[in-house]
């Protein structure tokens, strides 16, 4: 299984940015789909996930103004980014759950295969 990220960039605080992952070697509806995102010297962290049914799940700081979809003929996963804040600025990644149990479904563990990062720089 490979996933590979893309869409980052540079945005201006209170624009939008979509950021996609394409998944092959098995359909993205076998998976969770979840993004997690790495700021500058911090930690990685949860962002949003959807599971296999299409229910979705949002870290408190980014729900209201981000929005996770999947589209299962493309095998893609996109998390759709409005109102953006330079709090936001980070390395997004996105990362497939073989299990998808909603009480784990924020931890970085349950998560066994990731994409390599997309840089999002948000300026204000």
């Known amino acids: 299984v490979q996933l590979q990220a893309s869409g980052g960039g540079l945005a201006q605080a209170g624009n939008s940015l979509t950021v996609s992952c394409v998944v092959s070697g098995r359909t993205s509806n076998s998976f969770t789909m979840g993004w997690f995102r790495q700021p500058p010297g911090k930690e990685r962290e949860f962002v949003a996930a959807i599971r296999r049914s299409g229910h979705t799940t949002y870290a408190d700081s980014v729900r209201g103004r981000f929005t996770i979809s999947r589209d299962s003929a493309k095998s893609t996963v996109y998390l759709q980014m409005n109102n953006l804040q330079p709090e936001d600025t980070a390395v997004y990644y996105c990362?497939?759950?073989?299990?998808?149990?909603?009480?784990?479904?924020?931890?970085?563990?349950?998560?066994?295969?990731w994409g390599q990062g997309t840089l999002v720089t948000v300026s204000s």
């Open positions: 990362a497939a759950d073989p299990n998808g149990i909603l009480s784990t479904i924020r931890v970085i563990a349950s998560y066994d295969y």
